[in-house]
C-alpha cells in the first residue's frame, strides 16, 4: 500500500493519538469530542442534518455498498417511542460472516500499528462528524432520551473508542520492532543477531453488542479488535441494529479509502427466528469475543467459547451503603437522579441501598429506614414533577421485560414509593415509567434483593448496621458481581472501611456524591468501567489486559552480516 494511492490517516491523527496515550496515563478529565450539542460547536444547521439523515434511513433497506449478504433482515426495529423504523439489513450467516472478515484481514493483519491506529483514528472522526444522526438512531433504538443518546452514544463513545485505540497502539509499540542482538565469547567476535518483532492479531473478533448502549459499550472493544490486526464481525442486539450499521458502514468506508479492504469490518443482524450469537462466538476461527449483555449468556460464553478470548461486561447488584450525611438533601438529589437517569436501564443504576433500620445521622436530623425511604421518594416527585424534564431524564423504557420486572416488583406488595405512567410532551406512543422504590429487609427479603432487577425498580433495605450493611455489600458483590458500589458517611474510619470492603469485593466505589457526578456515569480516560474481579465483568474497559489479549509479538531472527573491511577500518 503506498501513500502515494491513500490517504496517511496516521500523520493525520499522530498530535491525537499521542495525546490520547498521554491522557490514559494522566487519568484526568480529557475528550476530543465535545460532548455540547451544540450549532456553535459543531457547526450552524448540524442538528437539523443529523435528523435528516437519521430519517432518510427509515423505511428502506440500509445502504452497505459491496457488503456480502446471504439474504435481508427484515425490518423489525421499534423505537422505543412509538414507531416502527421499518429499516431492513444485509443478512449473514455465521460460517460466511467468519470466513469473509478472515479472508479480508490479509493486508490489514501485516499493516504496521501506526497505520493500523490512524485509520481508527479516521473513522472515530468520522463518527464524530456523524454524530446527531447517531444519536437519533440511538434514541430510537434504545429509548435514551435525547441529549443523552447524543452524549453517550456519540462523543462518549467515541472517547471510549479513542481510549481503546490508545491502549491497543501504545502495547503493540511497547517493544521495539528490530534490535541487534550481540553477546561476547571468549575466543573470537561477539554472536550478532538481527531480531524483528512484529504484533499479530489472534483472528476473527466477534462484537456481540447489547439494546441499551450498543455504541458506548461497543466502541472498545470494536477499536481494541481493529488496532491489534483483528477483524471484526459486528453482531448487534435485534432492537438496536441501526447505531452500528451506521458505525460499521462509516469502518467500511474509512478501510477501502486506506486501500484495505471493507470486509475487515461487517454487520451480522440476525432474523427475529434466529439466535446466530452461539454460533458466532464458538465458531472455530473466532479468536476474540466481546460481549455485553446478560449474566446468563455472559456466563455460557466464558464457559463455552473455548477457542477464543472472551471479554463479558454482564450484571450485577449496584449497592450503595447509608450510614451518616452532612448534605442529606444533596444525598437524596443525587441518588434519585441516578435511579432517574434513563430510567435506571444502565448496567450501573443503584438497586440495593443498605440503611440501617434504626436510622442515620443527617444535617435534618436522624432518619429511620423507613423515613429515607419515604424522603427518596419524595425527591423523585420533586425531580420529576415537570413532564418536560421528567421525559428529558427518563427517557423512554426499553422493551417488555423491564416492564414486566416493575410489575413483579409491585406485586411483592413491599412499595415505598410507586412507580408512576407519564406522558411524552413529542412522543404520546413512548412508555415512561418513573422509578419504584420497594422497602425490603435484609434478612427476610435475601431472595428478593439477590436477583437483579434491571430497569427503574431499587431497594431500600434495612440491616442491623453499618458494619452489617459492609458486609452485605462484600458478600452480595462477591457472588452477583456488581459495577458500581457507593456510601455515604462523614466518619473517616466507615469510609476507611468502606474502601477496604470494596477493595476485597473488588468494584468500584464513589464516595458521599451530592453534586453533579453520578455514581452510574463514567468517564474515559478517567474511570475505569469494571474491574474483572467480581462477577459483574470479566474485562475492565479499559486497561491493558482489555487490548494485549488480543495480540501476539512474533520474532523473526538472524545472524547479523559479518562486518566488512571498510566497516572494520571505520
Known amino acids: 500500500m503506498s501513500t502515494d494511492q491513500h490517504p496517511d490517516f496516521f500523520a493525520r491523527h499522530t498530535d491525537l493519538l499521542h495525546q490520547a496515550v498521554e491522557r490514559v496515563a494522566a487519568r484526568d478529565h480529557w475528550s476530543p469530542y465535545p460532548e455540547n450539542p451544540s450549532t456553535s460547536v459543531y457547526g450552524p444547521g448540524e442538528p437539523e442534518l443529523g435528523e435528516a439523515a437519521f430519517r432518510g434511513l427509515l423505511g428502506r433497506p440500509f445502504p452497505l455498498e459491496g457488503h456480502p449478504t446471504t439474504g435481508t433482515v427484515p425490518a423489525a426495529e421499534v423505537s422505543p417511542y412509538g414507531f416502527p423504523l421499518g429499516v431492513s439489513y444485509p443478512h449473514l450467516v455465521p460460517e460466511v460472516a467468519v470466513a469473509t472478515a478472515r479472508s479480508a484481514a490479509v493486508a490489514w493483519r501485516i499493516a504496521s500499528p501506526d497505520t493500523r491506529a490512524g485509520v481508527a483514528a479516521e473513522i472515530l ?138 470486509d475487515v469490518v461487517l454487520l451480522a443482524a440476525e432474523r427475529d427466528d434466529e439466535r446466530t450469537a452461539p454460533a458466532l462466538a464458538t465458531h472455530p476461527d473466532v479468536r476474540i469475543v466481546d460481549f455485553i449483555g446478560s449474566s446468563e449468556f455472559g456466563d455460557w460464553l466464558e464457559t463455552n467459547a473455548r477457542q477464543a478470548v472472551v471479554h463479558t461486561e454482564k450484571s450485577g447488584l449496584n449497592t450503595v451503603v447509608v450510614d451518616s450525611t452532612d448534605d442529606y438533601a444533596g444525598l437524596l438529589r443525587n441518588l434519585g437522579f441516578s435511579l432517574s437517569l434513563y430510567s435506571g436501564q444502565m ?75 407519564l406522558a411524552h410532551p413529542d412522543h404520546p406512543d413512548a412508555v415512561i415509567r418513573t422509578p419504584l422504590v420497594a422497602r425490603l429487609d435484609a434478612e427476610a427479603d435475601e431472595k428478593t434483593y439477590t436477583s437483579e432487577w434491571f430497569g427503574p425498580v431499587s431497594f431500600v433495605i434495612g440491616t442491623d448496621s453499618t458494619a452489617h450493611s459492609l458486609r452485605l455489600l462484600h458478600d452480595t458483590v462477591r457472588r452477583h458481581g456488581a459495577l458500581t458500589a457507593s456510601v455515604y458517611a462523614t466518619d473517616e474510619g466507615v469510609l476507611e472501611a468502606a474502601r477496604a470492603t470494596a477493595l476485597e469485593a473488588g468494584v468500584h466505589l464513589s464516595e458521599n456524591l451530592t453534586g453533579g457526578v453520578f455514581v452510574n456515569q ?49
Open 125 to 262: 472522526s468520522r463518527l464524530n462528524a456523524a454524530s446527531f444522526g447517531i444519536a437519533h438512531a440511538v434514541q430510537h433504538t434504545t429509548g435514551q432520551p435525547f441529549l443523552m443518546a447524543f452524549q453517550a452514544g456519540g462523543p462518549h463513545a467515541q472517547d471510549r473508542g479513542l481510549e481503546a485505540v490508545a491502549y491497543a497502539w501504545h502495547e503493540q509499540k511497547r517493544h521495539p520492532a528490530t534490535a541487534r542482538w550481540s553477546k561476547s565469547q571468549r575466543r573470537g567476535g561477539p554472536l550478532v543477531m538481527d531480531k524483528t518483532f512484529t504484533p499479530v492479531g489472534h483472528g476473527v473478533a466477534v462484537l456481540i453488542a447489547c439494546n441499551t448502549f450498543p455504541t458506548w459499550n461497543g466502541y472498545p472493544g470494536l477499536f481494541a479488535s481493529l488496532v491489534t490486526g483483528n477483524p471484526v464481525v459486528v453482531k448487534p442486539h435485534r432492537r438496536a441494529v441501526l447505531p452500528l450499521a451506521i458505525t460499521v458502514r462509516i469502518a467500511r468506508e474509512v478501510l477501502a479509502e486506506a486501500g484495505f479492504d471493507p
Open 347 to 421: 448496567c450501573t443504576t443503584p438497586q440495593n441501598i443498605l440503611v440501617p433500620s434504626d436510622g442515620i445521622d443527617t444535617d435534618q436530623g436522624p432518619r429511620t429506614a423507613d423515613e429515607f425511604a419515604a424522603d427518596l421518594g419524595t425527591a423523585l416527585d420533586k425531580l420529576l414533577d415537570d413532564p418536560a424534564r421528567a421525559a428529558a431524564t427518563l427517557g423512554a423504557i426499553v422493551n417488555a421485560g423491564v416492564l414486566g420486572r416493575l410489575v413483579e416488583a409491585a406485586a411483592l406488595d413491599r412499595t415505598a414509593h410507586p412507580s408512576r405512567d
Open 522 to 570: 463514567s468517564a474515559a480516560f478517567s474511570d475505569f468501567h469494571g474491574t474483572a474481579a467480581n462477577p459483574a465483568a470479566n474485562a475492565a474497559l479499559t486497561d491493558p489486559a482489555f487490548v494485549t489479549g488480543r495480540f501476539s509479538v512474533v520474532q523473526s531472527r538472524r545472524h547479523a552480516p559479518a562486518p566488512t573491511e571498510e566497516n572494520t577500518d571505520a
